[in-house]
């Protein structure tokens, strides 16, 4: 079955990058958008950003200028990069797959991974 | 950003009670309307997608209505397994947004 799990640091200092990694199995990599969504208390659920398995990239405007996104399809996993983080971007991050077709869902999640940003 | 209102926020409720949720959107979305469940601990999971249409694997209990800027989400028999949080998520335009979700208690 379809399965992604995030894996980076849980805890990241103020000012620094947030790294994280998505490792799927039971699907390839190619013909879906691989997303990065965030979830915390203040914000609730926010979409970061996408790849697609070409390498193609969308971030979300509002983090645009700290986000990098990249995908390895020889490794079947995806990776964020946040760069400049604050205590703002503690939430759970999660990573996800995208069917872009005639609507747009997301139709598997990884488990999740919190991420606190503090000193 | 297109902005998705939940309503209620949250609501307690009994075994076998029908239940609905709104979402309403600040615009036109037509029918590009998702709903997600999502229980302590664990990621949202996909019920409807397109307003309407039934994800594979979800009870026929759970449906979903509307077009243009309102839109529900039904339970027809709330089961002890559907106490969680839902939330809708437009699919119209990036970076898709999600409303603010309404928690479905045991009452």
């Known amino acids: 079955q379809v399965q992604l799990q995030e894996s980076g640091p849980g805890l990241v200092k103020p000012s620094e990058t947030l790294s994280l990694t998505c490792t799927v199995s039971?699907?390839?990599?190619?013909?879906?958008?691989w997303t990065w969504i965030r979830q915390s208390p203040g914000k609730g659920l926010e979409c970061i950003g996408y790849?697609?398995?070409?390498?193609?990239?969308y971030y979300n405007p509002s983090l645009k200028s700290r986000v990098t996104m990249s995908v390895d399809t020889s490794k079947s996993h995806f990776s964020l990069r946040l760069n400049s983080v604050t205590a703002a971007d503690t939430a759970f991050y999660y990573c996800?797959?995208?069917?872009?077709?005639?609507?747009?869902?997301?139709?598997?999640w990884g488990q999740g991974a919190l991420v606190t940003v503090s000193s | 950003d297109i902005q998705l209102t939940q309503s209620p926020s949250s609501l307690s409720a009994s075994v076998g009670d029908r239940v609905t949720i709104t979402c309403r959107a600040s615009?036109?979305?037509?029918?590009?309307l998702n709903w997600y469940q999502q229980k302590p601990g664990k990621a949202p999971n996909l019920l409807i997608y397109?307003?309407?249409n039934l994800q594979s694997g979800v009870p026929s209990r759970f449906s979903g209505s509307g077009s243009g800027t309102e839109f529900t989400l039904t339970i027809s028999s709330l089961q002890p397994e559907d106490f969680a949080t839902y939330y809708c998520?437009?699919?119209?335009?990036?970076?898709?947004?999600f409303g603010q979700g309404t928690k479905v208690e045991i009452k």
């Open positions: 996800a797959r995208g069917s872009f077709g005639a609507v747009t869902l997301f139709d598997y």
């Open positions: 039971g699907t390839s990599i190619s013909g879906f958008y």
């Open positions: 790849i697609y398995s070409t390498g193609k990239t």
């Open positions: 615009q036109s979305i037509s029918g590009y």
């Open positions: 397109a307003a309407s």
């Open positions: 998520q437009e699919s119209y335009s990036f970076p898709w947004t």
